[in-house]
């Protein structure tokens, strides 16, 4: 007699290990371009094409699209359900920022989160509102509209996403704080820059647009609050990036001492990171 084996099942993907769902890979006027062309094509005599909204017009589009969709067939209406698919999926990815805004504006507002539950229809088997549920779809949608791609959609992702916030906002105010003690020296070492740089004594590639020396030749004189101030950090550190790479890339030297010192001096002043 045979013993049958009992196939074990796959052990089922955590939710935490699955890659994160990306959104279509098309734009949305090139997909809506695409159900255009399938209903020019499918015939000649298409006089409701004239009412096609276009193809910037997501919502107008769809329900375009799927008023028409008789009219296709075979080939073609398959691929213009599949291309309706991903604008809708667009649609849904577009709306979240005004939900979330929606919802915060509410609560701002005082609107209670049973309230927001029973709106939204997160009820519980009695019926009774799940304030819980509503709490966990503003998570969400935060995390959508300010998470980076890799985050998934989860409420528990939300305070990850806000503990990143404060993160870079803390690093915003010491990269300020950085700049803002050594302004004096930026603002010298920027206009000496920008000296030698117009006295043709520092060497510059010839294939430079010149984009960086033209931000600092504009932002040296128009300063005024700390955080601009700061930025004059960025600028030097770009232009002293720059030069330093041409030179290192063409062997030549500043045409003088007194350039090659203010050069090494945006080098050494470009190091401040506010850490």
């Known amino acids: 007699m045979t013993t049958r084996r009992t196939r074990r099942a796959a052990a089922p993907t955590a939710r935490d290990s699955r890659p994160v769902r990306q959104p279509p890979e098309d734009p949305p006027p090139v997909l809506a371009a695409r159900l255009y062309e399938l209903h020019r094509e499918s015939g000649k005599d298409r006089p409701y094409l004239e009412r096609w909204p276009g193809d910037a017009e997501l919502y ?9 969709a008789d009219q296709l067939q075979g080939e073609a209406f398959r691929q213009a359900a599949v291309l309706r698919v991903l604008l809708a999926e667009w649609l849904r990815l577009a709306a979240d920022p005004f939900q979330l805004a929606a919802v915060d504006d509410a609560r701002t507002g005082g609107t209670p989160w049973a ?3 029973g709106v939204l229809r997160y009820v519980g ?4 509102a799940n304030p819980g549920s509503a709490v966990n779809l503003r998570q969400r949608l935060h995390v959508a509209v300010h998470g980076s791609p890799g985050d998934r959609r989860q409420p528990q992702v939300a305070r990850l996403v806000e503990l990143r916030a404060a993160q870079e906002r803390a690093a ?6 950085a700049g803002e003690a050594r302004y004096p020296e930026l603002d010298t070492v920027a206009r000496a820059l920008l000296k030698h740089h117009e006295a ?6 010839p294939e430079d647009d ?7 030749a504009e932002a040296v004189d128009d300063r005024r609050s700390a955080s601009e101030r700061a930025n004059l950090l960025v600028f030097v550190r770009a232009v002293a990036r720059e030069v330093r790479a041409y ?8 045409a003088t001492s007194e350039a090659e010192l203010v050069l090494e001096e945006a080098a050494k002043l470009g190091e401040i990171d506010g850490s």
Not at 200 to 205: M, R, S, Y
């Open 200 to 205: 043709g004594e520092l060497p510059v590639d």
């Open 115 to 117: 309230e927001l539950a």
């Open 125 to 128: 088997k009695g019926g009774e």
């Open 60 to 68: 107008g589009v769809l329900q375009f699209a799927q008023t028409y």
């Open 247 to 254: 030179t290192r890339l063409s062997g030549r030297t500043a």
């Open 210 to 216: 010149g984009y960086w020396w033209g931000e600092l």
């Open 172 to 177: 915003k105010l010491r990269f300020v704080a």
